[in-house]
């Protein structure tokens, strides 16, 4: 008896959950906005204007916060925002890697103030330096900021990269940061 009270109840429970009413309803959701700011893998959210004839990759790759490349014919240039941890190596070592990759001997330290200009990207002093080899070039801005080193980066073939400093140095100041 007692197991047939136990189906009684859950037949009738069945009854009751399965007699509501069936209509089709419709909801209007508004639609949710994409942010107008790009977060930069978990650091504070960058916004830029990004100049004509760049292409921004969807999600670059490591540890970029942005990518973008511009093609002009068989050439091509590409621009990286990379934000690292601290001093990041520090300038000279990063200054002599990027000789490196455009195949210019290294320089000793004494010599470092040499390679460097400054700019301002929002509302900060950073380092500008400008690397052109035989064949490639390289325009890299260092931004140190709350304990973290913002690398931009434009590389690729030296007449090329000539052609888009303007945009670059455009660019990177346009470069601003929520809080």
């Given at each position: 008896?007692?197991?047939?009270?136990?189906?009684?109840?859950?037949?009738?429970?069945?009854?009751?959950?399965?007699?509501q009413d069936d209509k089709i309803r419709h909801y209007k959701v508004s639609k949710l906005e994409a942010p107008a700011?790009?977060?930069a893998h978990g650091?504070?959210?960058?916004?830029?204007?990004?100049?004509?004839?760049?292409?921004?990759?969807?999600?670059?790759?490591g540890m970029r916060a942005a990518a973008f490349k511009m093609v002009d014919g068989n050439q091509t240039i590409e621009i990286t925002i990379v934000p690292?941890?601290?001093?990041?190596?520090g300038l000279f070592q990063n200054v002599n890697r990027w000789r490196g990759q455009v195949g210019l001997d290294p320089?000793?330290?004494?010599?470092?103030?040499?390679?460097?200009?400054?700019?301002?990207?929002?509302?900060?002093?950073?380092?500008?330096?400008?690397l052109g080899g035989p064949e490639q070039r390289i325009l890299a801005v260092v931004l140190v900021r709350n304990d973290q080193t913002w690398f931009f980066k434009l590389q690729g073939p030296a007449d090329l990269v000539e052609r888009q400093k303007a945009a670059f140095e455009a660019f990177?100041?346009?470069?601003?940061?929520?809080?």
């Open positions: 008896m007692r197991h047939s009270n136990i189906w009684s109840t859950v037949l009738l429970l069945g009854l009751v959950v399965s007699c700011l790009r977060q650091h504070s959210a960058l916004r830029y204007t990004v100049p004509e004839g760049w292409q921004e990759e969807a999600n670059p790759e690292l941890s601290g001093s990041a190596g320089i000793r330290e004494d010599e470092l103030t040499q390679q460097i200009k400054q700019i301002d990207i929002a509302g900060t002093r950073a380092s500008y330096i400008d990177v100041r346009s470069v601003k940061y929520d809080a």
